[in-house]
Structure formats: C-alpha cells, structure tokens
C-alpha cells in the first residue's frame, strides 16, 4: 500500500465522526430501589396474597383456606367482569415494563443513560395509556422515533405518541389492540386525563 494510499485512509479514519456511550454506573441501593418501583404492581398483589393466607390459616386448616383460594380464583376467571379486568390490568402492567425494555434497547435515553420515568399505566378503550414523563435531554421525538418498536415490543398492532398541549415534558404513550367499534366500549378512568394530550398531535 502507497504511502498516499494509507495516508488518505488515515485521514478520512480520523475526520470519522463517532460517538461512544458510555452508561453511568449507579450504586446498588439506587438499582435495588428502581426495582422495587418497577415492580409496585406484583409486590403489592402479592403482599395482598401473603397476607389474606395467613390471616385464613391462623384461623382455620390449610386445606380449607386453600379452597377459599381456590374458589375465589375460580370465581375471578369465570365472570366475565371480573375476568376482563384482570386481563386488561394485567396487560397494562406488561405494557410498562415492555415500554421501559424499548427505551433501554433502543437507547431513548439522555446521554447520562437516563431512560424515561412511567408514571402510570391503565387499560383504555383500545388498548393501554402510559403516562410518560421525559427527562432532560429526550423529546417526544426521540419517542416517535421508537413508536414502531413499542408496538413490536408491546403486542400492538400501532401506538400513538402524544405531548401535552402545555407540559411538553408529559408525553401520553397509546397502545393500540382492538378497534373499539368491533367491541362494546369500556369506560376507562383515563376520559378525564387523556383530553389534555390531545389536539397537540399524534405519532
């Protein structure tokens, strides 16, 4: 290889605009404590289990309070009311931890390696809503960007990414499942915060 040759590559090597990320590391009470936040949902449900076993075996056999279990699973799954608010609570609990997996692998994340704060998730006419709030350094942009993969990541068939009119920092995450008008509407407790998202613009 000529001494031009090389120096040309050499050169064009070094004009190569490139960028290393570099992920903060964060002490191990901060990881625990994210976690234990994360997973709100299936503590406290099983705190919830734990408690009601014990508190129906210091008063009556084991065998008896497993049928009290049993029966009110049973019960759960059996009526339809019931069943479909498990299912739909249980969707929206795995539509938050998948959206949070998105943003890690598709790196919406501000260049401290911070992923965006979900501060809630509940089921929705179409599907979930994810209340989002964006740190500094992300848009609703960056979110857009990825709204293809949060569908792949989440089982939906679309998401609609949408800003509030007046905090852009609040950003409503809509996962789409079903057409509402093949199916009886469900009223969601989200009618009364949704309005503010919309108007400013979808995905």
Same mark, same amino acid.
Request: net charge positive; glycine share 6%; aromatic share 8%.
């Given at each position: 290889?000529?001494?031009?040759?090389?120096? &040309?590559?050499?050169?064009?090597?070094?004009?190569?605009?490139?960028? *290393?990320?570099?992920?903060?590391?964060?002490?191990?009470?901060?990881?625990?404590?994210?976690?234990?936040?994360?997973?709100?949902?299936?503590?406290?449900?099983?705190? !919830? !289990?734990?408690?009601?076993?014990?508190w129906?075996?210091d008063?009556?056999p084991?065998?008896?309070?497993?049928? =009290?279990?049993?029966g009110?699973?049973?019960? !759960?799954?059996?009526?339809?009311?019931?069943?479909?608010?498990?299912?739909?609570?249980?969707?929206?609990?795995? *539509?938050?931890?998948?959206?949070? *997996? *998105?943003?890690?692998?598709?790196?919406?994340?501000?260049?401290?390696?911070?992923?965006?704060?979900?501060?809630?998730?509940?089921?929705?006419?179409?599907?979930?809503?994810?209340?989002?709030?964006l740190?500094?350094? =992300?848009?609703?942009h960056?979110?857009?960007?990825?709204?293809?993969?949060?569908?792949?990541?989440?089982?939906?068939?679309?998401?609609?990414? &949408?800003?509030?009119?007046?905090?852009?920092?609040?950003?409503l995450?809509?996962?789409?499942?079903?057409?509402?008008?093949?199916?009886?509407?469900?009223?969601?407790?989200? &009618?009364?915060?949704?309005?503010?998202?919309?108007?400013?613009?979808?995905?």
């Amino acid at each position: 290889m000529s001494t031009r040759v090389r120096s &040309t590559r050499d050169r064009l090597i070094r004009n190569e605009p490139f960028e *290393t990320f570099h992920r903060p590391q964060r002490s191990r009470p901060a990881r625990v404590l994210g976690l234990l936040i994360r997973l709100r949902a299936e503590l406290f449900l099983l705190a !919830v !289990v734990l408690t009601c076993w014990f508190w129906l075996v210091d008063r009556m056999p084991a065998w008896a309070a497993g049928m =009290i279990f049993g029966g009110v699973a049973l019960a !759960v799954l059996l009526w339809p009311g019931s069943r479909r608010y498990v299912t739909r609570r249980g969707w929206a609990v795995m *539509t938050r931890h998948r959206l949070r *997996t *998105t943003f890690v692998e598709r790196r919406v994340m501000n260049y401290s390696g911070n992923v965006p704060l979900l501060l809630w998730s509940r089921p929705s006419v179409v599907g979930e809503q994810v209340l989002v709030v964006l740190r500094a350094g =992300i848009d609703a942009h960056d979110l857009e960007l990825a709204a293809s993969f949060i569908a792949v990541s989440c089982l939906a068939s679309d998401v609609r990414i &949408t800003p509030h009119r007046r905090l852009s920092a609040f950003v409503l995450v809509e996962v789409i499942r079903r057409d509402p008008l093949t199916g009886p509407a469900v009223v969601s407790p989200l &009618t009364r915060v949704a309005p503010a998202f919309h108007g400013a613009g979808h995905a």
